[in-house]
């Protein structure tokens, strides 16, 4: 028997303790391994979608039939911050679920992978919320018989001999042993499609008894969740918090039990490409294999190999851009410190051997050898990465994350990202001359801009820090100054000289945005045009990431949905320059957002996206402020250029506020008396209901109702 039997499940028996619709979906999906392996991927993301729901069920957290599933998981994730390696596995069953609905193009290798993650997860959910705990030690994982495998391994062959011919200027059509090859793949495919399609109809009567039982037990576990929910929205506080308070406890305890094993993190590190726009197998793809890069393809290509000093070695992953190798890829085990690494990833770059019809990424820049390094050597390969497929947690920086340097300038530090560049991204970082951008920088008139000194002196102050190669700026500049028109005037300098490809303006509030919006479309620049009639805007709510668009202005609230709560978040290299409005405002509660807008009512939560939208991006950061609170120069560093209130004053730029008018009034003048023995109204301000009190003296009644009741008192 080529898949499991009915109702039970190889991998996910285990679940029956917790719920017999979480086995009836791991069930489903091996027994359609075979047959149809985009159908094992649905049901994985179906049994995702299960266990999120119990979790929020258990934790009362609201949601109902219209709530997605990357909005849930959102929630639970702000709920427990749950370590982030579980909040990938959920991500990576419902993206690969959501692919094998709509794109037809799972392969059996896809869908062995999606049971990996999914027991992974289940393991997790099961020490958290199973009888055993995180007691709980589950066997090994037992992955079903590929009926692909021997088709994966002829595309093997016909790579390698077809690289081999190539390099010897032998022509394809004339080979033999090429074309007998050939043939046995076709075979071999319609061998594997007429097995497939056999299984399928041997299973089709299993099947739809088993889809049957599947929505009885869905009916069944409906009915259970409801009550659930009733039951904790009954409770009180108290019991509320502590009972959430159990299931963080155990979900923490389960984290620490998760490993990193190798097939994981190749899994996790290959999505990440992936989703990145890379072209990934690191199984298939490798450089053993015969996989070489291709004109107009972006691929990473799997242990590269490289000499340096006389010690060979292989790249983890070698990224082409088309034939140019861009970005060498250091993949790590678990615990590593990955942050360290990258120096080996450097020295696979210096190691690197180019050779036709490979295209160096130096020509691509326009030079004519590679970039020199500071002791020895020369970099072939601009740009590093070193990681381990675990996502960025800042408790466990140097240990997690995705580690990146750009090679070419000694004054370059590694630095920590959420994931990696896109292909466009990366040739983009290359083309790009930061010199010759800030040589323009340098010899651009700002008479045009029609902006004040001071104005000029933040700008001025902003630029040196890009000089300095700082990864961002504040600016702290006292209300009515002109803060708008200051950075209008610097995002037409950034632009014009092509130091930025696009901005994002960020606010926290829409009436924040729309104001910047009407400035961005009034305020004159060169030839008296506007800087809206230069470049294209995307206003609030647009979010089309068009070519053309260079600077876009959004919510934090918009920017949260789009980025974590979405099928298909930004890329991390989206905008390389981010402006936030009002940066001291980044703790504080937005009370004005717009229908639709993520609500977000805890002051550290919302902190805490804040800092995540903002990190999110690998760009340069400029904030503005009047009144910097201490979070926002933790974010932003100390302000570089600060223009002050009394500055201002004494500029003649503003007026400074008259002395307070004091008005006398009889209340004011006389005070209150009360006789002794006199009975005063008073409002218990705990209980809001009025209360007599009669006055023995003044003072230990005012003493009295300070702390408890405010007095009423007539009109004078």
């Keep these: 028997m080529k898949a499991a039997t009915k109702n039970s499940s190889v991998n996910f028996g285990f679940l029956a303790d917790n719920d017999p619709l979480f086995v009836q979906l791991a069930s489903a999906a091996e027994n359609a391994f075979f047959s149809d392996p985009n159908t094992t991927l649905i ?9 999120a729901q119990h979790i929020a069920a258990l934790a009362g957290i609201e949601f109902d039939d219209k709530t997605t599933q990357a909005d849930l998981i959102y929630k639970i994730h702000r709920e427990f911050k749950l370590e982030p390696v579980v909040k990938e596995m959920f991500h990576i069953l419902r993206l690969e679920g959501n692919k094998a609905t709509h794109q037809f193009k799972t392969q059996h290798k896809e869908a062995i992978n999606g049971l990996l993650v999914a027991r992974k997860l289940a393991i997790w959910f099961h020490q958290s919320f199973g009888k055993s705990g995180s007691q709980f030690k589950p066997g090994p994982f037992v992955p079903p018989a590929d009926p692909s495998e021997q088709l994966r391994k002829l595309q093997t ?25 050939v043939a046995q793949e076709k075979t071999e495919y319609e061998a594997l499609a007429l097995s497939m399609d056999e299984e399928s109809r041997l299973l089709a009567r299993q099947a739809a008894e088993h889809e049957k039982a599947l929505q009885a037990q869905r009916k069944d576990y409906e009915t259970k969740i409801k009550a659930l929910q009733v039951r904790l929205a009954a409770a009180d506080e108290k019991t509320k918090n502590a009972h959430r308070s159990q299931i963080n406890k155990n979900t923490q305890a389960a984290t620490q039990h998760i490993v990193l094993d190798e097939a994981l993190t190749r899994i996790l590190i290959d999505q990440q490409l992936v989703e990145a726009g890379w072209h990934t197998d690191s199984e298939a793809l490798t450089y053993q294999n015969g996989t070489r890069p291709e004109k107009g393809k972006n691929i990473a290509i799997a242990e590269w190999p490289t000499q340096w000093q006389g010690q060979k070695g292989r790249a983890d992953y070698l990224l082409f851009a088309g034939l140019t190798p861009i970005a060498v890829v250091e993949a790590k085990k678990e615990n590593t410190n990955v942050a360290g690494k ?13 050779v036709t019809p490979m295209l160096g990424a130096w020509e691509l820049a326009g030079m004519t050898v590679a970039w020199p390094d500071e002791h020895d050597g020369h970099y072939k390969v601009p740009f590093v990465y070193s990681c381990n497929g675990r996502p960025y947690v800042p408790q466990l920086a140097e240990q997690s994350g995705t580690w990146f340097r750009d090679v070419r300038q000694r004054s370059n530090l590694k630095r920590a990202l959420p994931g990696f560049h896109t292909p466009d991204g990366l040739l983009d970082l290359l083309k790009r001359s930061k010199e010759e ?16 000194p001071y104005q000029q002196k933040a700008i001025e102050a902003v630029e040196k820090v890009l000089l300095e190669n700082r990864r961002s700026a504040l600016l702290a500049m006292a209300t009515g100054t002109g803060k708008t028109r200051t950075i209008i005037g610097l995002m037409y300098r950034f632009l014009k000289a092509e130091r930025f490809k696009r901005i994002l303006f960020l606010v926290d509030r829409t009436a924040l945005g729309q104001q910047a919006l009407d400035a961005f479309n009034e305020a004159p620049l060169e030839q008296n045009h506007t800087l809206a009639k230069i470049y294209n805007i995307a206003e609030l709510g647009d979010m089309a990431a068009e070519a053309e668009t260079r600077i876009q202005v959004a919510t934090v609230q918009a920017m949260v949905k789009r980025i974590f709560m979405s099928d298909n978040p930004p890329a991390l290299d989206q905008f390389d320059c981010i402006i936030i409005d009002e940066a001291h405002r980044g703790y504080t509660l937005d009370q004005e ?10 002051a550290s939560q919302y902190l805490s996206s804040y800092r995540r939208v903002l990190e ?21 560093g100390k302000p570089v250029y600060t223009y002050s209130y009394r500055e201002a004053v004494a500029d003649d730029w503003l007026i400074d ?16 008396k009360f006789e ?8 218990n301000t705990q209980t809001g209901e009025i209360e007599v009190a009669r006055a023995t003296k003044w003072n230990s009644l005012f003493a009295s109702t300070k702390t408890s009741a405010t007095l009423i008192l007539p009109l004078l």
């Design 657 to 672: 506020h008259e002395p307070p008018i004091r008005y006398e009034t009889l209340l004011t003048q006389n005070g209150i």
């Design 43 to 51: 049901k994985l993301r179906q049994l995702g979608e299960a266990l």
């Design 593 to 602: 957002m717009t229908e639709g807008e993520l609500a977000t009512r805890d």
């Design 157 to 181: 062959e016909i790579t390698q001999l077809k690289n081999d011919f190539q390099q010897a200027n032998i022509d394809l059509h004339t080979s033999q042993q090429l074309n007998e090859l």
């Design 342 to 354: 990258i120096s080996q990833a450097e020295r696979y770059s210096k190691g690197l051997v180019v």
């Design 616 to 636: 999110y991006f690998d760009a340069f950061k400029v904030a503005l402020t009047a009144t910097p609170a201490k979070h926002t120069s933790e974010i932003f």
């Design 676 to 683: 002794k023995g006199t009975k005063v109204n008073a409002i």
């Design 437 to 452: 951008a800030e040589k323009q920088l340098k010899q651009e008139p700002f008479g045009y801009l029609k902006i004040r």
